[in-house]
């Protein structure tokens, strides 16, 4: 199964979304764009979010249902990526039927099944790379061994250790993650996680290319494959190009950052021109 979440103008302000779902009898007819979604290639099922509503708030006109991925209607186009991979997708929508059935939660609840779905990935993603001698942190350690000694200089061996610490302070936050999210209540800890992660991954990933020297430089193929799988990869170079989405997907660090910082440190929230406004009134391009 694939998340239909994100739109070409709707990513951060995913409340925002314009996919819409029109009720007719039994059945929502849907029409809109998704982007960015992940394995939609290889999906049977998607959760797609879509807006049933015009007149209320834009978080309270949405509602979740499940698409079948080979309904008539439905085209699931590769988005490539700079590693010449396209785990990525972008789908469209033509008045593809959906039963009422397949709702998820009912009519307008959809921003409540969204942030659920969206706060367990956040934990999924920050512990999807186990962070102690393994993952990133692994591959950092090996080449660090094969340096020559001459090579393992007092600045690179304070950077290591300074990484290595920050991925056993990002294991255990992982493991509260984890904890909250089985008690059915998943917190902050999931953003901490999920930020901290995209940063730490791209810094170890940095670190191992500059320990490679020329070799870092040098990756296989950019030809166009489809992949299986979101997870793994067969070399630093490209872990180190595919590390720079990490900040971007399953939410931005920006985001993040808002999150934590309302939620957690209780500053005043981003200030919003669209609140208690019908989304049928707010202003788009």
Not at 74 to 100: I, S
Not at 140 to 147: F, G, N, R, Y
Not at 159 to 187: D, Y
Request: with cysteine; charged share 25%.
């Amino acid at each position: 199964w694939c998340q239909l979440f994100s739109e070409p103008g709707s990513g951060s302000d995913f409340a925002g979304l314009s996919a819409r779902a029109v009720r007719d009898g039994d059945e929502w007819v849907v029409n809109g764009q998704k982007v960015w979604t992940t394995l939609a290639h290889l999906s049977r099922y998607g959760l797609l979010v879509v807006r049933t509503d015009t007149e209320a708030v834009k978080h309270a006109g949405l509602t979740a249902v499940v698409v079948d991925m080979q309904a008539p209607g439905v085209e699931v186009r590769p988005l490539r990526q700079m590693t010449g991979e396209a785990e990525f997708n972008e789908v469209y929508f033509t008045d593809v039927r959906v039963p009422v059935a397949e709702t998820l939660g009912g009519p307008g609840d959809g921003w409540r099944v969204s942030l659920t779905t969206l706060m367990n990935e956040r934990v999924a993603i920050g512990g999807a790379i186990p962070q102690q001698g393994s993952g990133p942190i692994r591959e950092a350690v090996k080449l660090w061994k094969q340096l020559d000694p001459s090579q393992r200089d007092d600045s690179r061996k304070d950077e290591l250790m300074k990484l290595w610490i920050r991925a056993e302070v990002l294991r255990l936050t992982n493991i509260r993650a984890g904890q909250s999210r089985k008690m059915g209540v998943p917190g902050p800890e999931g953003s901490i996680g999920k930020m901290a992660s995209a940063d730490l991954n791209k810094e170890t990933y940095e670190f191992c290319v500059d320990l490679m020297g020329a070799q870092g430089m040098l990756y296989g193929s950019y030809e166009m494959v489809r992949p299986e799988t979101a997870m793994g990869f067969d070399s630093v170079p490209k872990a180190f190009l595919r590390a720079r989405a990490n900040s971007i997907e399953g939410g931005t660090s920006e985001v993040m950052r808002n999150i934590l910082g309302e939620r957690v440190l209780g500053l005043p929230g981003d200030v919003r021109v669209d609140r208690d406004v019908a989304w049928s009134k707010v202003p788009r391009n």
